[in-house]
């Protein structure tokens, strides 16, 4: 008891700067004490020139005081040291705001260190040492500090609550169980939390291996980056090898082409150029020849013309056409028409090819902007099917329940057809139909592997699935497929799709089909949606478009759905498949 009486002491002749013993104590004018060093560095760091304050009460002083030694403090403390006293523990230290104080101190607060759940307490250090020593005190159970101690206390009879009402599902005193919960199952809270710590690590169990399945695809997705990067650049630079060699070819055949025109037309010119001068030499001895005649013509002596007249000499004939007709340069149009026609199949074969590219990179795109996710799971399912005949293999006799159909639709075909009536079909009441929502669900129940597909005409309709107890009455999101927790629903117009899941709309641009494919995988909760064609026609192959591919975690059996519009003669069919 005196060491505990030494420690609280401590307290006392501690610093409440350095929480140590003071060292060369001074005593300030408000009246508390510190370490004149502490005290002084805690006014130089305030870098106050006008007024300094006391770290605990706040009062000011102007000027700074004078600091002196308390050398009657200074004493007790030494003396205080020969008998034991050491400095305050660090677990000693007073509570801030947001700490658990100690409920026994008076006056300034300790921290608290443990808290106990049969005391209600909270106990600092040296409040605490009677639980390690007292031996009745030793079963009482400590925590961590906690603030929250007062919501074990029943707000009724104000008594601990050691027992949890299973009933209720609430915690209870002893006194409780005498009056308003009596005749409840009841057990102790300890054996309740025991019960619930299993269901606890149970789904931590199922937590972390969901993790592990998470953080394996996140691999294999990280894998499928690198390796598309890696395609991608592969791709780039060979593309831009092929069009610089293809570049380079054009280059070359263009300046073929130019030096083959050149010279043709230096050919044609020099030909042209030849003639002219020819043209020109015989347009100057014509006019000399003219010049003669005139002059003889005008002369007046008629003896003088007569006798100069057969001295003409004769018209020599000309070697060229009395009009020259210029003639088109066939040969460079035969150029430019073959160029414009070579021009043509390059951008012909171009398109093909960009075309053909096209494709297969919108293929890849629309699988990985439907859910990039489920493409993991491709890769990880091996045994997922790979074409319509794999798919087939999991069909299985599918028919729709009446008990569960809207009034207004009709079933047909051993129940596989539903088509929207504008007539009651006098169906009998049951607490399994659908009572505003024109959707119907089928009778069987869907787990392990399924496949389906469903023919469809008319207005829109909804292929989904959904567990038994989907809300039947009324017209809100609880009873609607897609818009609630309980169903997932692919939404099928004349111009795309839209999936719906829990109120989440993702919209899907095509292909439209009148064939819809459905594969389901309960366990590995996948569920997928194809565009079918080809499927009715006896002359070309089946081809299945991925539209959507959802991962869920399906905790019951699943129905398949059908919501049809309020558009009459609206049909959907599930189609039944010849083994």
Known sequence: MAEQGYQMDSVKFSCSICLDLLKTPVTIPCGHNYCMNCIGNFWDNKDRKQSHSCPQCRQTFTPRPVLMKNTMLAELVEDLKKTGLQAAPADLCYAEPEDVACDICTGRKMKAAKSCLVCLVSYCENHLQPHHDVPGLKKHKLVNPSKDLQQNICSRHDEVMKIFCRTDQQCICYLCTMDEHKGHETVSASAERAEKQKELQVRRENIQQRIQYQEKDVKLLQQEVEAINVSADKTVEDSEKIFSELIHLIQKISSVVKQQIRSQQETEVSRVKELQEKLEQEITELKRKDAELKQLSDTED??????????????????????????????????????????????????????????????????????????????????????????????????????????????????????????????????????????????????????????????????????????????????????????????????????????????????????????????????????????????????????????????????????????????????????
Not at 353 to 374: I, R
Not at 411 to 420: F, H
Not at 531 to 548: N, R, T
Request: glycine share 6%; with cysteine.
């Open 302 to 579: 008629h003896n003088q013309f007569l006798l100069n007249y057969p001295s003409l000499s004769a018209l020599s004939e000309s070697t060229h056409s009395p009009s020259i007709k210029t003639r088109p340069l066939r040969c460079l149009e035969g150029v430019t028409a073959a160029l414009s026609k070579l021009r043509d199949i390059i951008q012909d074969a171009l398109k093909q090819e960009q075309t053909n590219a096209s494709l297969q990179v919108t293929k890849v795109d629309a699988a990985k902007k439907v859910d990039p996710v489920m493409k993991v799971d491709a890769l990880l399912s091996k045994q997922e099917p790979a074409s319509r005949e794999d798919f087939l293999k999991y069909s299985r006799k599918l028919t729709l329940d009446p008990n569960t159909a809207h009034k207004y639709l009709e079933l047909s075909e051993g129940n596989r057809k539903v088509t929207m009536t504008n007539k009651n079909q006098c169906y009998s009441n049951n607490e399994d139909r659908f009572t505003r929502r024109w959707q119907v669900l089928s009778r069987s129940r869907l787990t392990g592997r399924y496949y389906w597909e469903v023919e469809w005409s008319g207005g829109s309709i909804e292929i989904a699935v959904a567990y038994r107890d989907i809300e039947r009455e009324g017209d809100t999101n609880d009873s609607s497929f897609g818009m609630n927790e309980n169903s997932w629903a692919l939404c099928c117009w004349t111009t795309g799709y839209t999936f719906y899941s829990d109120e989440v709309q993702i919209p899907i641009p095509g292909p439209v089909s009148s064939r819809v494919g459905v594969y389901l995988d309960h366990s590995a909760g996948i569920l997928s949606f194809y565009s079918v064609f080809g499927a009715d026609c006896c002359f070309c192959k089946e081809v299945m478009i991925l539209l959507h591919r959802e991962k869920a975690v399906f905790t019951e059996p699943l129905h398949a759905g059908i919501w049809l519009s309020r558009s009459t003669g609206t049909t959907a069919e599930i189609i039944k498949f010849q083994k």
